[in-house]
Structure formats: C-alpha cells, structure tokens
C-alpha cells in the first residue's frame, strides 16, 4: 500500500508489533474461572478498547439473552458509566463478569474461547498472539484494514449488527 502511494522501498521497514512479555505467561484457563466465579463453558471476552465505546452493553446484553448461556467477560476500559451499568446486570446474570480498565488483558484471552472487540490494532494483534478466534463488531476508518484481514485470512468473523454478531456466536458455539 505504502509503495502504491509512493513511499520509497527505501523508507519502509517490516518490524513486529510490540506485544508486551506479560502475554507470553498467562494464567490458566481454569485458574482464570475458578477465580472470576465463572464455570468452565464456552466463554466470550467482548471488549471495544481502553475508551470503550460502542454498543458493547447492547452485545453483551443480547449475548446474555441467548439460550446457549455462554459466559460473558466484558473489559470495558474506562468507561466508568458502562461499567457500573453492567456490574448491576452482573447481579442477575452468574455467566456475566464485567471490568474497567485492567492490565492483566493476557488472563481474559487466555479463558476465552472467542473474543469480540472492535478491530484496534492491539485487540487484533493480541488475539492473534494468543491464537484466539475473533468476531469484529465495530471498525472504524484505519482498523477496516485489520478487519478485512482478519475475515480474509479466516482468523474471525465480521458482525456489523447485533442480530448478526448473536447468530455467529452462536453458530460458533454449536459448530
């Protein structure tokens, strides 16, 4: 792309995205569980970044609504307002726990059977790391990139509404 918008071969360099060394020792899946309060069944970490914005309650509400009962971890960065609107659901949901901002990221990909998230370059970049299937619900103007490559290189899934982001997981669930 850089060379069809006249960049000099010269100027472009291929490094590595910076992945922080905390990833490459995660706790355990069942360690994760267990203390979270959550069972071992299929679990989804949902997550739109360190703002998180979006419709990410209205994602993990429908989730929440589904027969298959998965278990719901939402990161909702620093978005105090959404976090205490879903720490409230928490009490009526056992399969929902919901955080703020947090620094251990590695853990909640580590128990995840699938993650969701908006296509910023870390949440694309650390699920592939941890080899964790992804559905993209949200991409805006420079992560469209990501998304397409994701979806092109059949490392997840694209769901641009929340009728269709509820049929993938659960196809993903039953498949």
Same mark, same amino acid.
């Given at each position: 792309?850089?060379?069809?918008?006249? %960049?000099?071969? *010269?100027? =472009?360099?291929?490094? *590595?995205?910076?992945? *922080?060394?905390?990833? #490459? /020792?995660?706790? /355990?899946? @069942?360690?994760?569980?267990?203390? =979270?309060?959550?069972?071992?069944? +299929?679990?989804?970490?949902?997550?739109?970044?360190? !703002?998180?914005?979006?419709?990410?309650? !209205? $994602? #993990?509400?429908?989730?929440?609504?589904?027969?298959?009962?998965?278990?719901?971890?939402?990161?909702?960065?620093?978005?105090?307002?959404? $976090?205490?609107?879903?720490?409230?659901?928490?009490?009526?949901?056992?399969? =929902?726990?919901? +955080?703020?901002?947090?620094?251990?990221?590695?853990?909640?990909?580590?128990?995840? *059977?699938? #993650?969701?998230?908006?296509?910023?370059?870390? +949440?694309?970049?650390?699920?592939? $790391?941890?080899?964790?299937? %992804?559905?993209? @619900? @949200?991409?805006?103007? @420079?992560?469209?990139? #990501?998304?397409? +490559?994701?979806?092109?290189?059949?490392?997840?899934?694209?769901?641009?509404?929340?009728?269709?982001?509820?049929?993938?997981?659960?196809?993903?669930?039953?498949?």
């Amino acid at each position: 792309d850089m060379l069809e918008r006249g %960049v000099k071969k *010269d100027r =472009l360099f291929l490094v *590595d995205f910076p992945i *922080d060394g905390k990833f #490459a /020792s995660p706790r /355990s899946r @069942n360690e994760t569980l267990k203390e =979270l309060g959550l069972q071992d069944r +299929f679990t989804l970490l949902l997550t739109q970044g360190g !703002e998180g914005v979006g419709k990410v309650e !209205e $994602y #993990a509400t429908a989730l929440l609504g589904m027969k298959e009962k998965p278990n719901v971890i939402v990161i909702c960065g620093k978005n105090a307002v959404l $976090y205490r609107r879903l720490k409230r659901l928490e009490e009526r949901h056992p399969n =929902l726990r919901a +955080f703020g901002f947090v620094s251990n990221m590695q853990d909640f990909y580590e128990c995840a *059977d699938l #993650a969701a998230g908006k296509a910023g370059f870390n +949440f694309i970049f650390e699920s592939i $790391y941890m080899q964790l299937p %992804v559905i993209v @619900n @949200n991409a805006i103007a @420079n992560e469209r990139i #990501a998304a397409r +490559f994701i979806v092109s290189n059949g490392m997840g899934w694209r769901a641009k509404s929340t009728k269709e982001f509820t049929a993938t997981v659960k196809n993903i669930m039953n498949d």
